[in-house]
């Protein structure tokens, strides 16, 4: 199966989703890592390791329609079987989500449906949660809305600030983006209607 990782940032999870692939421990090949932010530090962790990256700038593009059709044309020349959002920070249309319904996974860094959006980890500091976390789930379109696949809880612990607490959960991300991406390359993982399901099971 061909994989296209969309980043916009660090590109941690694109290279944890590498790692797996490159230990044998799924049968995949990363066709594309494309990128909307020509100074993102995943840029050159994509290049190290032979992955075929590149830009499409959003600030190019004159509205978020050009830009995603724009990206979506660009995804597509590479025939992806799933398309993997690993901190792409755009919103999407909903053309272009409609487009990839079924197979566009995303990672979110709070226990969905806690805290959609932006500042997850200072938000359930400030609500004094003791646990917090980190889900993966396919994308809808409503955003940060689509059906959980996989999530992994952390504890809250005094003294976190928000740095520590993404730190935790960075490490969790990095276990549960692989997981998922190897369920869906292997056929285990699918969505109908808003229901995702493994082996067949609602989960
Ligand atoms: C992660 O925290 C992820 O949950 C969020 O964006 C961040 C991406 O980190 N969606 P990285 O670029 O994979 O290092």
Known sequence: PRI??????????????????????????????????????????????DLP?????????SSREDFDRALMAEIDEHAPDLVVLAGFMRILTPDFVAHYHGRMLNIHPSLLPKYQGLHTHQRALDDGENEHGVTVHFVTEELDGGPNVIQAVVPVYDGDDAASLQARVQIQEHIIYPIAVKWFVEGRLTMAGNTARLDGNVI
């Open 53 to 61: 990256a590149s830009v499409l700038d959003h600030k190019e593009f």
């Open 4 to 49: 296209v990782i969309l980043i916009s940032g660090s590109g941690s999870n694109m290279v944890a989703i590498a790692d797996a692939i490159k230990s044998g421990s799924m049968e995949a090949e990363i066709a594309a890592v494309i990128c909307n932010r020509p100074e993102a530090a995943g840029l050159q962790k994509a290049r190290d390791r």
